[in-house]
C-alpha cells in the first residue's frame, strides 16, 4: 500500500512511484508482512525538478509521460519575492470542467495566443464592454452572419 497525504472514499490524493524510484517503507504496527511505502526519496540519479538550493523559493509537482512519452506534466509556485508565479504545463491536453461560474480577473495585460484554429460556442447571450479604443485587425477575409437582425 501507499500512503497519502489525504484519502477517503472514492477522494483523495494518490502518487503511485513510478519503476526505478527509491521508496521508505515503514511496516504497519511493526509487523514486516503489513509493509507501507510512505515516501520517495531523491538520490544521485533521481534528482529534484530543478536545482537546489537555487530553487529553495520553488514548489513543484511534476509528472513524467509514461514510457516512450519523452514528455511531461507540471504544476510549479514560485514565492520568490517579486517573481511569485503559478505555472502550469500540459503535455497534451487541459480539459475544465466548471459546474457553475468561472470568473477570472487579471490585475494587468492579459496576452492570448493561439497556434491553430479557435472555436467558441454560447448558448445564451454574449457581451462585451470596452472602456477605452478597440482595435480589431482581420489579415484576411472576414465573414458575418447574422441570422436575424444587425443594430449599429
Request: net charge negative; hydrophobic share 30%.
Amino acid at each position: 500500500r501507499v500512503s497519502s497525504a489525504w484519502a477517503g472514499a472514492q477522494y483523495g490524493g494518490i502518487a503511485i512511484p513510478r519503476i526505478g524510484m527509491e521508496v521508505l517503507v515503514t511496516f504497519l504496527e511493526g509487523d514486516p508482512d503489513q509493509p507501507l511505502i510512505s515516501g520517495c526519496l531523491y538520490h544521485k540519479e533521481n534528482t529534484v525538478p530543478y536545482p537546489l538550493p537555487a530553487n529553495k523559493t520553488r514548489s513543484t509537482f511534476k509528472t513524467l509521460s509514461s514510457m516512450g512519452g519523452g514528455g511531461y506534466n507540471e504544476l510549479r509556485i514560485e514565492d520568490k519575492k517579486g517573481q511569485e508565479q503559478i505555472y502550469l504545463h500540459a503535455q497534451r491536453d487541459w480539459d475544465e470542467n466548471i459546474e457553475h461560474d468561472q470568473k477570472i480577473r487579471v490585475g494587468n495585460e492579459r496576452h492570448d495566443t493561439v497556434e491553430q484554429n479557435s472555436y467558441s460556442e454560447f448558448k445564451a447571450e454574449e457581451h462585451h464592454t470596452v472602456y477605452a479604443d478597440r482595435k480589431v485587425e482581420t489579415r484576411a477575409n472576414d465573414h458575418l452572419t447574422v441570422g436575424v437582425n444587425q443594430h449599429i
